[in-house]
């Protein structure tokens, strides 16, 4: 009796799990969604980029101000970045730095900011090259400056 009331039970159980075409929805729904998501986070994780260069080109320019209350002047194309983190021997008794709480950081896509004095526009110019790290461009590649 044992026998025949398992195969009772065993005969009427349906088996779980998902059929295949059940999995296929599934992962084409989850690559529609992939494909029209993943663009729009990799152009934001671009504006972002751009966001952080124009910070640090915002805070260079403040320490810049500083140095030139202290010193009477800006630091010359020579002396660069670098015056506000170590006194330049032209600078003299004057200096009162540093300026910057940490090392001169490279821009967001890992590229050295340029420094000019004087500037184009201006007594000074701070420049991030862009993505590309080449002068002129368009978008990400754009140059960021100062001026």
Do not use: C
Request: hydrophobic share 40%.
């Amino acid at each position: 009796m044992d026998v025949a009331k398992n195969q009772a039970v065993t005969g009427s159980r349906k088996a779980g799990g998902f059929t295949l075409l059940e999995l296929l929805v599934v992962i084409v729904i989850i690559g529609l969604l992939a494909a029209y998501v993943g663009p729009k986070y990799f152009a934001q994780l671009g504006k972002s980029e751009v966001t952080i260069a124009k910070a640090q080109i915002e805070a260079f320019e403040k320490s810049l101000d500083t140095y030139r209350l202290d010193v009477g002047r800006y630091p010359t194309t020579d002396e660069g970045l670098a015056a506000l983190l170590t006194a330049p021997a032209t600078a003299g008794a004057k200096w009162n730095g540093p300026y910057l709480k940490k090392g001169v950081p490279a821009d967001p896509w890992g590229h050295p900011y340029q420094y000019r004095a004087p500037g184009t526009k201006g007594e000074f110019e701070i420049v991030s090259l862009g993505r590309d790290g080449q002068p002129g461009g368009s978008g990400e590649d754009a140059d960021i400056s100062s001026q």
